[in-house]
């Protein structure tokens, strides 16, 4: 390789990066400015194998930009590559632009939606994931990560996952700059403080003392690439760099985090930046055709079809979805499960079982769990996030990243509400509704009994985008046929006559209880009309607008705090409604016991409706 033609095209690139960011008067041109060096010596060192005019190609290796906020540099990198214009790098940041303030899928080159940090590692094991196990690719994913990021723990359970993996195929590059936002960081300029972290986790590790230095970056690009065909283990690369670097007004400078030049100092950093060919043009080389990775498991044939479940019993929820799951998968090639620890309880076992090509482990490690997922939904998987509801909230920040990275996530939060019983408060999903529900182009769904379980489990797998569906542990009396159909955006009318006083509306566990109470009220003398609400979001307006007419009152009843949950939801469905809205929900500090006893506390049983609906028509 040239290296005095990689040394002008770093120039090319540092010129992109301070008249876009000027222009702007926006961005993180110091955060873009030290990776410089190891981003164009990956791209244009003939390292990266990528054809710009198939970014699809499943060979193509992948760049994710876990340091986001380096999205200049992203973006000159492909100006130097021939397919973005100088004067599309002046409208960096403008609302029409593509090129946005952080990586987001309007460019197209963007391998993940990152800046919020500590995630794009779980992502890239995610897709390296893919490369070796599901799609036999010699693709090899490197994450750019920034020094201050390495203090969230999202990243060391990427790392220990991606070992458990021996994700040979996927390289970390940390940008050790010293500087993070408001001062230095917490391992300062010490290189080895990264890498002994990374190889006690069991990756492979190279440390760049100068990571400006073409020739120490290049030699250790080529020792990882040459190391992954016959390797087991993923490689990190610990960079020595300078925030800033190249312009001396901020170079190693304290407080120069997210800002920008004014004219005269920008003329004075391009002077510094010196003289190169601005047609100059950087090439990049093309993908490799052939695998050179073996996979843990060769077996990938289609499995018969699982046998139509016997839900003659009350049987859970949980169990019933998946085992819908499972239905999907015997049709669906690219259905992906990943569980964290809890597959014996949440019956995704069965998904191991019939297909343990497509099951992957993720142990308990949530928030590394959806960054996986992000991954595989990139490289167009359908991944299906399995685990107790009340730990899915812990993963927040994934999930809402992911909204953005318009994936195709399918979230099952079993174990929901205080009927969960004597587990207690800690093993609760009673956020978990309000979580979802607040997620743009995302559907959630609760099943109240197992044939509604297992038909909107395959409905969520053929739903287009995020989908939450929501189980519980205790089991349910049969409420439908097995040849019910249940759309998105439906319901059903359990009980229903022109005699209807108040309308209950339920989901899930509580469904059952507005039943109870249904059949204690008639024989009081008193019709009620019960609504199984299934699908939260989106919900069927028409027939809640029908009961809000032909009924005096809307009760809602559910096993969820009342903020976010289905109250709130109704209320947001009908805001011109001409009766009142009252709402049964979670509103004491749950404690162990039976479910039962639990449902009375929380005053969301029967008798609670019974009560309610006699206060309502006296």
């Given at each position: 390789?040239?290296?005095?033609?990689?040394?002008?095209?770093?120039?090319?690139?540092?010129?992109?990066?301070?008249?876009?960011?000027?222009?702007?008067?926006?961005?993180?041109?110091?955060?873009?400015?030290?990776?410089?060096?190891?981003?164009?010596?990956?791209?244009?060192?003939?390292?990266?194998?990528?054809?710009?005019?198939?970014?699809?190609?499943?060979?193509?290796?992948?760049?994710?930009?876990?340091?986001?906020?380096?999205?200049?540099?992203?973006?000159?990198?492909?100006?130097?590559?021939?397919k973005v214009s100088q004067a599309e790098l002046l409208t960096l940041r403008q609302f029409d632009s593509p090129l946005e303030g952080h990586p987001s899928m309007r460019f197209p080159y963007t391998e993940a939606t990152t800046g919020s940090l500590g995630q794009g590692l779980g992502i890239g094991v995610g897709v390296a994931l893919n490369a070796k196990y599901l799609d036999h690719s010699p693709s090899i994913t490197y994450v750019l990560l920034g020094d201050s990021e390495m203090a969230e723990g999202a990243n060391y359970e990427a790392m220990e996952l991606a070992h458990h993996y021996q994700l040979n195929n996927l390289v970390g590059i940390i940008d050790v700059n010293r500087l993070g936002q408001r001062g230095e960081t917490m391992a300062g300029e010490d290189l080895l403080w990264h890498a002994r972290k990374a190889k006690a986790f069991g990756w492979q590790t190279f440390v760049i003392e100068d990571g400006h230095d073409f020739n120490q970056i290049l030699s250790v690009l080529e020792e990882i690439r040459r190391s992954t065909i016959h390797g087991v283990r993923p490689s990190m690369i610990v960079a020595g760099t300078?925030?800033?670097?190249?312009?001396?007004?901020?170079?190693?400078?304290?407080?120069?985090?997210?800002?920008?030049?004014?004219?005269?100092?920008?003329?004075?950093?391009?002077?510094?930046?010196?003289?190169?060919?601005k047609n100059l043009k950087g090439i990049i080389s093309s993908p490799e055709k052939s695998s050179p990775f073996t996979t843990l498991s060769a077996d990938s044939s289609h499995q018969a079809q699982p046998a139509t479940p016997d839900y003659s019993q009350p049987t859970t929820t949980k169990l019933a979805a998946a085992q819908g799951v499972v239905k999907a998968m015997s049709t669906h090639d690219r259905l992906v499960v990943l569980d964290a620890e809890v597959s014996n309880s949440t019956h995704f076992d069965l998904a191991?079982?019939?297909?343990?090509?497509?099951?992957?482990?993720?142990?308990?490690?949530?928030?590394?769990?959806?960054?996986?997922?992000?991954?595989?939904?990139?490289?167009?998987?359908?991944?299906?996030?399995?685990?107790?509801?009340?730990?899915?909230?812990?993963?927040?920040?994934q999930i809402r990243m992911s909204q953005y990275a318009e994936t195709n996530i399918k979230f099952f939060g079993s174990y929901a509400g205080v009927s969960?019983?004597?587990?207690?408060?800690?093993?609760?999903?009673?956020?978990?509704?309000?979580?979802?529900?607040?997620?743009?182009?995302?559907?959630?769904?609760?099943?109240?009994?197992?044939?509604?379980?297992?038909?909107?489990?395959?409905?969520?797998?053929?739903?287009?985008?995020?989908?939450?569906?929501?189980?519980?542990?205790?089991?349910?009396?049969?409420?439908?046929?097995?040849?019910?159909?249940?759309e998105v955006g439906g319901s059903k009318t359990l009980k229903h006559s022109s005699a209807d006083k108040v309308t209950v509306i339920a989901a899930g566990i509580t469904v059952h209880e507005a039943l109870k109470a249904y059949g204690e009220l008639l024989r009081q003398g008193i019709s009620i009309r019960v609504i199984d609400l299934y699908s939260l979001k989106p919900i069927d307006h028409h027939t809640l607008e029908r009961a809000s007419i032909e009924t005096q009152a809307l009760i809602t009843v559910e096993d969820h705090f009342p903020e976010g949950g289905i109250g709130?939801?109704?209320?947001?469905?009908?805001?011109?409604?001409?009766?009142?809205?009252?709402?049964?929900?979670?509103?004491?500090?749950?404690?162990?016991?039976?479910?039962?006893?639990?449902?009375?506390?929380?005053?969301?049983?029967?008798?609670?409706?019974?009560?309610?609906?006699?206060?309502?028509?006296?």
């Open positions: 390789m040239d290296i005095a033609h990689l040394e002008q095209l770093a120039k090319l690139i540092r010129y992109f990066i301070l008249i876009s960011t000027s222009a702007a008067q926006s961005g993180h041109p110091t955060s873009s400015l030290s990776a410089v060096e190891l981003m164009t010596a990956l791209y244009f060192g003939g390292i990266l194998k990528f054809d710009l005019d198939q970014p699809d190609n499943p060979h193509n290796d992948r760049v994710i930009f876990s340091k986001g906020h380096a999205s200049p540099l992203m973006y000159a990198l492909y100006a130097a590559a021939g300078k925030k800033g670097r190249g312009v001396s007004l901020w170079e190693d400078q304290e407080n120069w985090h997210s800002k920008q030049l004014n004219e005269q100092q920008l003329a004075t950093a391009l002077q510094e930046v010196g003289a190169f060919d191991q079982k019939a297909f343990p090509d497509r099951f992957f482990e993720m142990f308990i490690a949530e928030q590394n769990m959806v960054g996986v997922a992000t991954g595989l939904s990139s490289r167009g998987k359908i991944p299906v996030v399995s685990t107790f509801a009340a730990f899915l909230t812990r993963a927040h920040d969960l019983g004597k587990d207690g408060f800690s093993q609760m999903g009673l956020e978990d509704i309000a979580l979802f529900r607040s997620m743009l182009n995302t559907t959630v769904l609760q099943p109240a009994d197992a044939v509604s379980a297992y038909h909107l489990a395959q409905t969520a797998i053929n739903q287009p985008g995020n989908v939450y569906l929501r189980t519980v542990r205790e089991p349910t009396p049969l409420l439908y046929e097995l040849d019910e159909t249940f709130e939801a109704v209320r947001s469905a009908l805001p011109y409604c001409q009766v009142p809205i009252y709402s049964l929900a979670v509103s004491k500090t749950p404690r162990s016991g039976l479910p039962q006893e639990l449902l009375a506390y929380e005053e969301i049983d029967a008798a609670a409706i019974v009560k309610k609906v006699k206060e309502i028509v006296r």
